[in-house]
């Protein structure tokens, strides 16, 4: 594309050059973080992992809307890219992804991917999904009752906005005008199960107003507009003005997790053809007609990347497994 | 000390926390401007207003998932389930997110969490409106449940579950509301989570319940004692943890133990205490660890016939004691 | 009104002269019963009822738009008026609420206007609100799948619809684009909550479009308009067609229950403003224009309908009550 | 007879009784296409078509809603909830309205209906893909609760579960099904529901189980009895309702009881097996009924070190029983 058209685009989004650069290397970082983690469950070193290939764009976006130091995320277990931008550190993510004693998240009790953070502004996820949304307008009220100026955002797959709990969330949310955003990924698929066996409006965002709030549906496989319409949302939230559920369409170019075979239920060829789609190529190519990125800028910073990723993973290897002594600890708060 | 009713004890209970601690809140349905459909909250919105006492739409998961976001963000959330029978839509979010939060977590996140809800029978409610419920929550790690028989109890425990940094469940028995009554030290105390307490001595045998069935245990014990048979009544208060010690101490003591609840047998929170006893107390043991529950049906139902076929009352605990003192 | 104007109303509903006379008497007697009813709770002869003054119009004519033989209705607790339409005897009701022996509903087991009845195609209910929803989805599959020719209708409140299982129900319906019609009675109270803390969109039918299928909001108050609509959705869902969600919006003329007192969270006027939209005397004023009514037929109707309530208040008060020996059959089926 | 693996057998008796009975068909997630996240459907939906096995939305509630739905009308599905651990967002159908369908409509009305779902830690599942929760369903009048521990039993128990006209919750331990061979007989064949059976005859001790523990009770007992320990075997199969008779004869036989489990102890499924036993063997017992069971922590968390000091295994029955043989 014409220089001036990215620019322009850029310019639209909100976002400046730093920012963009900012949210490239996330996006990079992200898909590391993700294509390792696969590598290692390959090689048994990690147990398991569930990609987050093909959703950088719609993740780090969304959350680079935020406001990192005083609001909050509730995640699901492909917001990675998110969990970067909120201030979890690569090596962090590793000592989560090995299971280890000082992994933040969960001290090795939970699986990988399974986020929480509290100094961070994280809220912790079990594996049950669907339970984070009213979880998260249960945040955002807490912020309202107290004065915190503070806006939440929660994610989730458009298969688990199948469960009751979505209904639920949402609709509190709208009845107490929340500062809260609802970020639905929807990549058309529940692990196998295909966005035409889940709802008969594929439009996920059309819920919203049945709750008497704004939806949206964006390309989620562009990082401008995502910020864009997410910081719209944030926008209203913090003023006052309620809830948004903000879809982002987007793809899943990896298996559902490291224990899924996706050829069972796609065909090679669905899948070559949206690999096309991928976004980082997408973004790098914008960034690199803007001036803001170029063939060796790009390979410094790839490298930076792998770097970070390999060093972390050896910390994290390396790092003490949690202590068995401590396995029935933490059941009951002092 | 004044005489209290066990519904008034427990708006005490709320009030006065809603007035120490601005973190307290309410959530329910029907909690506000009608009080709650037993009256228990009633006066409250007057007196703290809608960001305190909060009216919910009919979703009890939705209500608790909230509730739970609010605690992980510095509140400190009382939940009212209109009928304990209607916790059910909210047991993934109790089981699988409130209960295990601070596990999961390795200790970070905590959700100080109550949620009342009316339990119980005999009040022809049928089979939605009558069940107790407290045996599901007793087997889940990281929940407390507390069930309170008096009014002193409602009050002191409530307000230890309130100041507790763990999801407590809090189940009143609603035919307790009006009809038992007690003294209510006016201003703040507590009852310490986890105590059983003996309400009356005995040395032949040992009759240990919680909430209402207690009162139906020292109703049987008074006619046992004029049959010369000596019963002690132990209220554990909290069925989950167990107050082990003093449980086991009477039958020890005893050496003949029943446990009595309303809820049905079979996996009933009685199923835990006779293990225990048979494991613990087994050697002081001089007769059968017996149970006196409602059989397993499904609830009390509705019609009055059927439903004082079922329900459990001094009489049924009189019959198992007698055999229990002879054996 | 104009005597061709109610003629003309009454012809383009579909409904002819006769049936507009039945939906008339199936409204007099629900509401003979209804506040027969709450005399015998005021009295202490019955414990309980949930009176359904002020749905007569939506619950009597959205069921006349059933097959009364080969339909199924998933009832609630107000849907007294449907529950004769589709063949419950004055009698049943007063046994059911009797609580005695020979009640259908469940032999005295379940609480008053707690509806079942397998020989008449009424899906059990019990008191857990909500859960009738998919189970609504759950035979209209069985007819779908058994290639039965009938239409599901489950009626519930706007209130009912908070819970997840009203989400989770209308979403597999709609995927599987099952026979079945979600008819909601909104009468803007659950209870004391008023609609405005339930929902910020106060329409439910809103929420169906993001179901993929039709919803729509009806004055619930005209049984004509109830009809048509009904009947529209029922066709819809006989020719395959899919769901559709009915909302009616009615009125609550009375307290929610006999254990509830209206007044701590209702003026006396706001009742009396709302006793004027009372669908019944405006039912008798269209049939009356009509010429298919007339003060002296109305009067015979309406004593007719007052005996056969005594009847069968005097039948079921005097019938047995359960015996207790049976209190603890049929847990398991054999 | 062929030996098949656990899975095999499953799905043996699910592809039979689909192709025997027009009116049963499946419902879960990822059970058509893909087979199951387990495989246990593999095959089925290429065979009987999208009409008999439907892939379901993401929503457990609705998915058991809509089946209860079908039953009332005339057919039998058979769900899939995919882990045990997913099954609480579809606890209010199941107890609130499957159990106590029957008793509520007074025997109009019947629910046969079959609750698939692998259970069981050992996996690296972490906290929710590693549950035991049958102590939560054997608690309910109305249902029906079978945990399998032999593919013959598999199968036969499945078959049997289908043509119940009740309710049945089938529990399939995820480490058994590739791991737990037998013998399966080919065709037609059911095993009845509420039967245990000993799966080795011994005269010093019982060692009460059900599902995979069942297998670590019978490698423990091999290692007793080389130190001269006889240890019987019940594998009780059907948790509720409870085959009493089976298990009483063995304590009464041996005089000494452990109950074990992979669930969590308080309020699991050996509290009430201990209180059967405490009551009705009284008499028979030489020593305190033991039970070795999971600790009371949430569920098993994902990391192996942890796990591993988590998981009740043959040797906590081994220590266990040395205690019991001394007493
Ligand atoms: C309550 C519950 N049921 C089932 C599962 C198993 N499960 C994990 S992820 C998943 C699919 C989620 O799909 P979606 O929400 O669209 O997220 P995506 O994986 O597509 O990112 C399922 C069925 C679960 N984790 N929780
Ligand atoms: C799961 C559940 N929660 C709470 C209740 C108590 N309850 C019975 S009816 C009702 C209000 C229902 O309102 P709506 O659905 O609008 O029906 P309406 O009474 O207005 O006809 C409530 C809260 C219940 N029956 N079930
Ligand atoms: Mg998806
Ligand atoms: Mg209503």
Redesign the pocket.
């Known amino acids: 594309m014409p220089a001036n058209d990215g620019s322009d685009r850029l310019h639209e989004s909100g976002l400046d050059g730093e920012d963009a650069q900012r949210v490239y290397r996330y996006m990079l970082l992200a898909r590391a973080i993700s294509e390792k983690s696969w590598l290692l469950t390959r090689q048994g070193r990690v147990l398991f992992t ?1 990609p987050c290939d093909g959703q950088e764009a719609a993740d780090v976006a969304s959350a680079y809307a935020l406001d990192a130091d005083n609001d909050f995320i509730v995640p ?3 917001s990675l890219g998110a969990m970067l931008v909120k201030g979890m550190t690569t090596q962090e993510v590793m000592l989560n992804m090995f299971g280890k004693a000082a992994d933040p998240n969960s001290g090795g009790r939970q699986m990988p991917m399974h986020w929480g953070h509290k100094r961070l502004g994280i809220i912790s996820m079990g ?4 339970t984070t949304i009213p979880r998260a307008s249960g945040v955002a009220l807490a912020s309202k009752l107290r004065g915190q100026n503070a806006v939440t955002m929660v994610y ?6 199948s ?1 009751g709990d979505f209904h639920e969330g949402l609709a509190f949310a709208g009845v107490h005008r929340l500062p809260v955003v609802f970020f639905c ?1 929807n ?1 058309g ?3 196998s199960v295909p966005i035409g066996l889940q709802s008969a409006e594929p439009q996920i965002s059309k819920r919203a107003q049945g709750y008497g709030f704004p939806g949206v549906t964006i390309d989620g496989l562009d990082p401008l507009t995502v910020y864009q319409a997410v910081k719209t949302a944030v926008d209203r939230a913090r003023s006052g003005d309620g809830p948004t559920l903000v879809e982002a369409t987007t793809i ?1 170019m990896m298996p ?1 997790s490291s224990s899924d075979d996706h050829l069972r239920y796609r065909t090679q060829e669905e899948l070559d053809a949206e690999r096309q789609l991928d976004p980082l190529p997408r973004f790098r190519d914008l960034l690199i007609s803007t001036g803001l990125l170029n063939e060796e800028s790009d390979q410094t910073l790839r490298d930076s990347v792998d770097q970070e990723v390999e060093a972390a993973i050896g910390y994290a290897d390396a790092a003490a497994p949690p202590d068995p002594a401590t396995a029935r600890d933490r059941v009951y708060a002092p | 000390m004044v005489e209290k009713r066990l519904i008034e004890a427990v708006r005490e209970g709320l009030r006065e926390e809603l007035a120490a601690d601005p973190d307290v809140f309410l959530i329910g349905q029907d909690i506000g401007i009608n009080g709650g459909v037993f009256r228990v909250t009633e006066g409250l919105l007057e007196e703290f207003g809608p960001r305190r006492v909060i009216d919910s739409p009919l979703a009890e998961s939705g209500m608790v998932g909230v509730a739970i976001g609010a605690a992980m963000n510095g509140l400190r959330p009382v939940v009212e389930i209109q009928f304990a029978d209607f916790i059910f839509p909210a047991f993934n979010q109790l089981v699988s997110e409130a209960a295990r939060m601070y596990y999961r977590t390795n200790g970070e996140f905590a959700v100080p969490l109550v949620i009342r809800a009316p339990y119980g029978g005999g009040v022809r409610g049928g089979l939605y409106h009558s069940q107790s419920v407290e045996a599901y929550f007793a087997h889940v790690p990281g929940l407390k449940v507390v069930v309170p028989s008096s009014p002193h109890d409602a009050k002191g425990l409530l307000k230890a579950a309130i100041r507790d940094d763990n999801p407590v469940l809090f189940f009143e028995h609603k035919l307790a509301y009006n009809t038992v009554r007690g003294e209510v030290p006016d201003g703040d105390y507590t009852v310490p989570i986890g105590e059983a307490v003996v309400r009356r001595e005995g040395r032949q045998l040992s009759l240990i319940s919680y909430g209402l069935s207690v009162h139906h245990c020292l109703e049987a014990a008074e006619t046992l004692a004029a049959e010369g048979i000596d019963c002690e009544v132990v209220d554990l208060r909290t069925v989950s943890p167990l107050d082990t010690v003093t449980l086991l101490e009477s039958v020890k003591k005893t050496g003949r133990a029943c446990i009595v609840h309303e809820d049905n047998l079979t996996g009933g929170v009685g199923a835990e205490v006779a293990a225990i006893i048979a494991k613990d107390a087994f050697e002081y043991l001089d007769a059968p660890v017996q149970r006196v529950a409602a059989p397993d049906v499904p609830s009390f139902p509705y019609s009055p016939t059927l439903e004082d076929a079922l329900l459990p009352g001094p009489s049924d605990i009189i019959r198992v004691a007698r055999e229990l003192a002879a054996y």
Do not use: P, Q
């Open positions: 569930m699901y277990a492909r594996s049950s999904v669907g989730f797959g458009e298969g688990s906005a469960e990924n990549n698929w529940a692990t899943r559902h």
